[in-house]
């Protein structure tokens, strides 16, 4: 039962402005109830948002800590396989110093191009992340604008209905 009810104990004998004023009184404590519970679900859905994206942040740091991890693999590999195979050709094969110079400047060219690599990963993911960033911006201002046209327009609505 409302609080503007619970003042008049006997409905049947209650005036014509009575029962106005209960109806009025009524419908402002729907519209408070109401006004509470759009902002309890407004703010119960942005929480349940952040916590969502907060919970997967672990996810994008250990991807980036796995790739990290499979570049140094690679290349511990590729680095090692060549010195051990190195040794083992220098070893069983004379091999003149003209053609370990060649090697050598072959592997310093792999070195070079490893390098390079990275150097374009840490760009792409640069310009990725910026580009995020820069979507997630333009998103944060739609929303702002959004935000201000709703305000703006909700007083108009209300007097549309006011009206009527």
């Given at each position: ?53 907060d ?74 992340m ?25 007083p ?9």
């Amino acid at each position: 039962m409302s609080k503007a009810l619970e003042k008049y104990t006997n409905v049947e004998n209650m005036t014509k402005e009575n029962m106005i004023e209960v109806i009025k009184a009524s419908k402002n404590e729907s519209n408070d109830k109401t006004t509470d519970l759009s902002y309890r679900n407004m703010t119960d859905y942005a929480s349940k948002v952040i916590e969502k994206m907060d919970s997967k942040i672990p996810t994008y740091v250990n991807l980036c800590s796995d790739m990290y991890k499979k570049y140094l693999h690679i290349i511990d590999n590729f680095y090692n396989n060549c010195y051990s195979n190195q040794k083992e050709i220098i070893s069983k094969i004379g091999v003149n110093d003209a053609a370990l110079t060649m090697f050598d400047v072959y592997l310093k060219s792999v070195r070079q191009m490893a390098i390079l690599q990275i150097d374009i990963t840490e760009n792409m993911f640069k310009n990725y992340m910026g580009c995020r960033l820069t979507a997630l911006d333009f998103y944060d201002q739609m929303i702002n604008s959004n935000m201000i046209n709703f305000t703006n327009m909700f007083p108009k609505f209300n007097d549309l209905k006011n009206r009527t």
